[in-house]
Every structure is written in C-alpha cells, then in structure tokens.
C-alpha cells in the first residue's frame, strides 16, 4: 500500500439507533468491537495514517482505540453534530489536505462493517490506480438490498452514480448491485468537492452526492466487485447486530469443522477468531473459546465452559469449567464446576473435581484435588492428594502469602493450610487440621484439639434440650 495514502473510518454516530449509552461503533461483535474490527483491516491492509471521526465528548472510542492500537497511528476528529456522511468526512479536510499535496488517494469506510477485510481493501485500490480512477465504489451483489444504496449504470454498463433508498423509485429498488459505503478518492478531487458541496433541503451533506459531481464535472469513476457480499453488512439496530455475531460464529465454526474439528451441535458454541483448535478435539454445546486460546488435538471442552485466552494442551478434558489466562496440560481431567483463574499451571494427568478453584498455583502431574478445594497462591509437587474441603489461606487481610506442598503428599480433608507454609515431600496431615507451621518431610502434621467425650451428657441436659 502507498505511504500517501489516509483512511477515513466514519464513527460518528452515536448510540440512539441500538439503544446504547455508548456509541453504536462500540457494539461487539465476537466479543471484538465494530469500530475495532474495521480498523484491523485497515491497518493490516497497509494504511499508514488512519483517522476517526468520532462523536462529540465521545471517550469510548479515543481510549478503545488508544489502547488496542496504540503504534499505528490512529488519531480522531469529533463530529459535533452528525450532518450526513459528507459531513463526517469534512472534519478530516486538514488530513485530507496533506494527502492531496502528496498527489495521495483516500480510503472512507464506515466503523459498523466488521467484515471487510484486508485484501477487499487492497484489492479495491490496485484497480483503483490501474485504472487512474478519481474515484472508485466497492460494491457487492446482494438477495435482498433494501435500505442500501443502489449502484446506477448506463446502458453501456458504465457507473454512473448511486441512488440513496429514500430516494430511489420502483425500478431503481430493484437493482442488487449496491454500494458498500467504502470508497477511494484521489485525494486533490475530494478535497474540492468537499469544499464547494451543497447541503441537501435537511442540511446534511451526503458522500453520493459528492460522487454525482465529480462524475459530472468528468471525474472518472469505476466500481469494485467485493469478493464477498458480507463485506456490507452492517447494524442499525439490536436484531441486525444479533444477526452479526450469528453469521460471525458460524462462519468461524464452519473453519474450525473443516479444520478436523468435532463440534457435533453448534447450540451456544462460540469460538472467537484467532483461536486455535487442534484435530478430532470436540466441543459441546454452551461452550465459549476466547482471546488468544489455543486448544490441543483430543480434547473434549464442555459443555457448558468458557476458556479464555488459555492453552489447554492435547487430551485434556474440561467439563462445566471457566479457565482464564491459564494452562492445562496433557491428560488433565478437570470438572464439573470448577474455576481456574489468572496465571495458573494444571498440569498433566491432574484431576480437578467438582467445585474446586485454583488461583495462581502451579499443580503437578497426577496431582487429585477431588472436590470442594480452593488452591490458590500454592506450588503443589505431584501425586499429591487433596481431601475435601481443603483451603489454602493465603491472605492475611494485607498480604498474600504462598503455600508450598511437595510430592506425594496427602492432605487430609478439611485441613486449612495458613501461608506461608511448607508440607514436605511424602508428609500427611491430619483431617480436620489447621496448619500453621511447616510440616517436615514423610511427617504428619496434626493441628486439632483432643477430643473429649462428656458421658451421659444428653441426659444430664434433657430438660434444657428437649423439644
């Protein structure tokens, strides 16, 4: 792409058509903002200067984008009172100057198509200057093209304008070739439309008429088939922007099922792109894979289980568990109802049973941890076995503290193990123990008091206890 190139990215509109307190740009889709979405094919096309007309006060899409693309250069521009597309366009003229003193072309694409890609955009502007084009319309074949606006040709077949819904007649509406609302100009020929651009009887300036200038004052103009007809897809309302993540899911579904992927009912399975997911793995329904995740081959993943930006190595099982930002490793078998959180290593064969949380801790392999367990800030060696209802206290009200457990360990159920605290390789404690001292190797650490039977107590008490 050349370095005198822009992109304009039209975010201005606010949230009132999705009922939103933030901009409609802002919704997501496949947990990746629209507007973000958008600009990560513009700057993976090769763009180097990209600016955001945002909406006015606006600080969701500043920061969005400030934060998750914070090397490539992305400025914005607010639009104080949204005027029509053109409109939007006009805030940019400064950028758009400095483009044009460079003999550059300007690419303007609205923030709410989160299916144009790259090589759309890259493709458009090849013919764009192989055909020394002032202007040129992607545009796509669609079923059903109500409420986009409609590509004119003559009978030459040669572009002659768009015609906008509102404006258009019975035999117009017909037409299914329709713009997707992105465009290139040469950046010199929009500058001065833009400057001399008559509003419409509302006030707004809109970019086709723009385009019915230019072309009438002799500017040349083309279109560009868009390979795929989602390229145009869009949301002005809840319903579509459900419709968004349903085409997205299924689409990244359909990849995984080609790719030796076992998904058997599609039924709540949602997998974000850039997932990873190795051959005849399966994954059941109600189970969602996000982020940066990447799953090895055989595993079985719910149902009923979020994985979130995790490796879950080859042959584990995961079943009913929510894993964020951790590692499970080969052969583990982990659920129901379990919660691994932040930066937590499950290693392999490990056996996580029901209700059991794992925070911060390292496990070893064939290590147990049967149900009812909270093993967080622990370093645990392997074939350590867990009792029900063991803790590891690891905060102190200011501090936490880390526990270390050694191999072949027995913990015996409902032992509280105060941190900072060592139990030594081949020791055992006691059930029922609170253990607040290091518990030396091939030791047992019992912490409880003797117990004391009263004979004949309940007796003795019969009138004070009776019902």
């Known amino acids: 792409m050349s370095r005198n190139g822009l992109a304009i990215i039209m975010a201005g509109a606010t949230g009132t058509l999705l009922k939103s307190g933030m901009p409609s740009v802002m919704a997501e889709v496949m947990g990746k903002p629209l507007v973000g979405c958008v600009a990560s094919s513009v700057v993976s096309s090769g763009i180097k200067k990209i600016v955001t007309v945002v909406p006015a006060k606006d600080n969701y899409i500043k920061n969005y984008l400030a934060k998750t693309f914070p090397e490539n250069n992305i400025d914005t521009v607010e639009q104080e009172t949204p005027l029509g597309t053109a409109h939007a366009v006009m805030q940019a003229l400064p950028y758009i100057e400095e483009i044009a003193k460079e003999d550059g072309h300007v690419l303007i694409l609205n923030g709410d198509t989160p299916f144009l890609d790259a090589n759309t955009i890259h493709g458009a502007f090849t013919h764009h200057l192989a055909s020394h084009n002032d202007i040129t319309v992607i545009t796509a074949i669609v079923g059903k093209p109500f409420g986009y606006g409609r590509i004119i040709r003559n009978t030459s077949r040669d572009f002659v304008g768009i015609i906008e819904e509102q404006d258009a007649d019975s035999d117009v509406k017909r037409i299914n070739e329709i713009s997707s609302g992105t465009f290139w100009f040469k950046a010199s020929k929009l500058r001065d439309i833009l400057n001399q651009l008559p509003p ?48 997205a899911k299924m689409q990244e579904i359909e990849f995984h099922l080609s790719a030796g992927v076992n998904i058997p009912y599609a039924d709540g399975v949602i997998i ?98 049967s149900h009812l367990t909270y093993v967080g800030d622990a370093d645990v060696g392997k074939r350590v076995n867990f009792g029900c209802g063991t803790v590891t206290v690891n905060y102190d009200g200011r501090n936490k ?67």
């Open 401 to 467: 503290h880390r526990t270390v457990i050694g191999d072949d360990v027995f913990i015996g159920c409902n032992t509280n193990l105060i941190a900072p605290v060592t139990v030594g390789d081949g020791a055992y404690t006691a059930a029922g123990s609170t253990i607040t001292e290091d518990v030396p190797e091939d030791s047992l650490g019992i912490a409880r008091a003797k117990q004391v039977n009263k004979i004949g107590w309940r007796i003795a008490n019969k009138d004070k206890y009776s019902k």
């Open 272 to 369: 974000e792109p850039g997932v990873e997911i190795g051959i005849d793995t399966q994954i059941l329904p109600n189970t969602i894979i996000k982020g940066n995740s990447k799953i090895g081959k055989n595993c079985v993943i719910g149902p009923n289980s979020i994985i979130s930006d995790s490796i879950i190595e080859d042959n584990a099982k995961l079943n009913n568990v929510q894993c964020y930002q951790s590692t499970v490793k080969n052969g583990a078998d982990i659920g129901p109802f379990v919660h691994i959180r932040p930066n937590s290593v499950v290693g392999d064969n490990v056996h996580l049973g029901n209700f059991v949380e794992v925070k911060n801790s390292k496990i070893d392999e064939g290590t147990k941890v």
């Open 200 to 247: 419409r009887a509302n006030g707004h300036y809109n970019l086709v008429d723009a385009v019915s200038i230019l072309i009438e004052l002799g500017a040349k103009a083309d279109t560009f088939f868009a390979p795929r007809s989602d390229i145009i897809l869009g949301a002005n309302n809840r319903l579509q922007l459900m419709e968004l993540n349903t085409y």
